[in-house]
């Protein structure tokens, strides 16, 4: 059994191009990947916020250099904050899961939207790394940052973007 190679760069040009896959294409197990690696971010991102709601004092007067008296009005702003950082936190990784369920079904604007924040994610992790001589440890982004890696590598395969591009019967019977 030969396996055709697909060369290692497409022009544009060919990647506009509509495939026109088997109708009825079996999900590729680049996108059922891709979906699990979505979710695996969205769980790193409940450990981080976690980890900032149990550190949130620390942060406050160490990092920020707040000094926080019981019973004082920096200190009920400052549960406000985190109170207010957490639901927007939460909210941001119910849209990650919702990506994922999109990804998984075969959504090409879900699979190109995560694509672009996985990109987004990356870029913003090498320039701290390379202007503010910030680490890349376990601690810090090494694990976001290599889900975001493979989240790239899955969803933009050859298989996956013929998947999430293929022609759907429409919905009601037409």
Known sequence: MSVEKRPAFEPPAVLLERETPPPQMRRPIATSFGAVLVVLRALAGVVWLIA????????????????????????????????????????????????????????????????????????????????????ITLRTTLITLSLDILVLLALSSHNARVYARRPRPRRGGE
């Open 52 to 135: 900032l709601a149990l550190e949130w004092d620390r942060v406050v007067t160490e990092d920020l250099d707040i000094e926080l008296e019981p019973g004082t009005d920096e200190t009920a702003a400052s549960a406000v904050i985190l109170t207010v950082v957490l639901i927007i936190g939460a909210v941001i990784l119910l849209a990650v899961l919702a990506m994922a369920l999109l990804v998984y079904r075969g959504s090409n604007w879900a699979r190109i939207t995560v694509m672009v924040f996985a990109t987004i994610s990356i870029t913003v992790a090498a320039i701290d790394y390379f202007s503010d001589d910030a680490e």
